[in-house]
T-cell receptor, first 114, second 112 residues
């Protein structure tokens, strides 16, 4: 079974530029999560999708971050414009249920904003 | 509110030493508890979990027991290896909620 795929693995941009991350969850997993992990901290949930609907985006900075999950499969997270404090690893995870079972994580995208 | 507190790292041990990483939590209801591991350059992987009081989760020689009376879920291993070097995260899934609440992580360094 293929795992959660993410791309790119690394990205370096200047502040005020835009960036997009892509995630393809495990086949058949209805729930998809985007997390932000700042160095030395635990993951922080940004947004959760159930199929192609948003379940929770309460911690997503909506003035600059956006995410979509068209057709309920893969997902894109965008930052526009980026700030220095957005430097982090962006993790995508999926699960077959709404969080009561295991979440499977991708390798993450390390973003550096200069 | 719900929260998870882990012991600060890094924790440095010699190979074959006994490991304990402390994790305590605050939650209403009856949460499920998890330990995730993040090896260098890799994504998070579920190590073990426990869904009710007194359950013991185990995997790869690691164990953790859900102690409701002390609100703890400490991770233990009897004899660590260099390959266990990683960052370990304790997390909880609150009852009737879907989010994972994460600890800050504990970096483990095992020296040969």
């Amino acid at each position: 079974e293929a795992g959660v795929a993410q791309s790119p693995r690394y990205k370096i941009i200047e502040k005020r530029q835009s960036v997009a991350f892509w995630c393809n969850p495990i086949s058949g997993h209805a729930t998809l999560y985007w997390y932000q992990q700042i160095l030395g901290q635990g993951p922080k949930l940004l947004i959760q999708f159930q199929n192609n609907g948003v379940v929770d985006d309460s911690q997503l900075p909506k003035d600059r971050f956006s995410a979509e999950r068209l057709k309920g499969v893969d997902s894109t997270l965008k930052i526009q414009p980026a700030k220095l404090e957005d430097s982090a690893v962006y993790l995508c995870a999926s699960s077959s249920d709404r969080g009561t079972t295991e979440q499977y994580f991708g390798p993450g995208t390390r973003l550096t904003v200069t | 509110g719900n929260s998870v507190t882990q012991m600060e790292g890094p924790v440095t041990l010699s190979e074959e030493a006994f490991l304990t990483i402390n994790c305590t939590y605050t939650a209403t209801g009856y949460p499920s508890l998890f330990w995730y591991v993040q090896y260098p350059g890799e994504g998070l992987q579920l190590l073990l979990k426990a869904t009710k009081a007194d359950d013991k989760g185990s995997n790869k020689g690691f164990e953790a027991t859900y102690r409701k009376e002390t609100t703890s879920f400490h991770l233990e291993k009897g004899s660590v290896q260099v390959s266990d070097s990683a960052v370990y995260f304790c997390a909880l899934n609150p009852d009737s909620n879907y989010q994972l609440i994460w600890g800050a992580g504990t970096k483990l360094i095992i020296k040969p």
